[in-house]
């Protein structure tokens, strides 16, 4: 399968605990972005990034969100200390430049 | 005013209807515009991009009207499987590359 994927798929954790996905994107794709998405809503924007370098950060990405790329490949997204409001579809786009983007399944993530 | 407006719907259709969906878009600098296409909890998977002289892909053709600052995705012949969800996506770079998605337009195709 040569698309993105996201691991895990599902993740329920207890408020107040650290959390971290994995996004793979498409190979030869060099951007590669993280959204957000809740019940009824469109992908809210949180970062990206071209090759190693994060280019843009939502404000909705508060302290307690951070985004890994090192090596221009895979990329982290951690949350510390996550709330009950931070429970959402946590999606991975990639896309070559600036052109069409390819999204993985997501990560449902349910905070208790 | 949200940068990028959608009607949430839902449309409801019968089978072999038309049906067409606008998204209005504030910054007049955007550059480039997408139309995807959810499915209810999935991911959302690229349909169409708009280009400036129009474009159609079978049964759905995509306007842009950079005056008006609105794109439009037209259906015809409704299928069942066409019943989903219709992003709006606009892009535009100042600086960087900002993504903005639309609400989405929630479409029902009855039989």
Known sequence: ?112 | RKEVEQDPGPFNVPEGATVAFNCTYSNSASQSFFWYRQDCRKEPKLLMSVYSSGNEDGRFTAQLNRASQYISLLIRDSKLSDSATYLCVVTHSGGYQKVTFGTGTKLQVIP
């Open chain 1, 1 to 112: 399968d040569t698309g993105v994927s996201q691991d895990p798929r599902h993740k329920i954790t207890k408020r107040g605990q650290n959390v971290t996905f994995r996004c793979d994107p498409i190979s030869e794709h060099n951007r590669l972005y993280w959204y957000r998405q809740t019940l009824g809503q469109g992908p809210e924007f949180l970062t990206y990034f071209q090759n190693e370098a994060q280019l843009e950060k939502s404000r909705l990405l508060s302290d307690r969100f951070s985004a890994e790329r090192p090596k221009g490949s895979f990329s982290t997204l951690e949350i510390q200390r996550t709330e009950q409001g931070d429970s959402a579809m946590y999606l991975c786009a990639s896309s070559f430049l600036g052109y069409e983007q390819f999204f993985g399944p997501g990560t449902r993530l349910t905070v208790l």
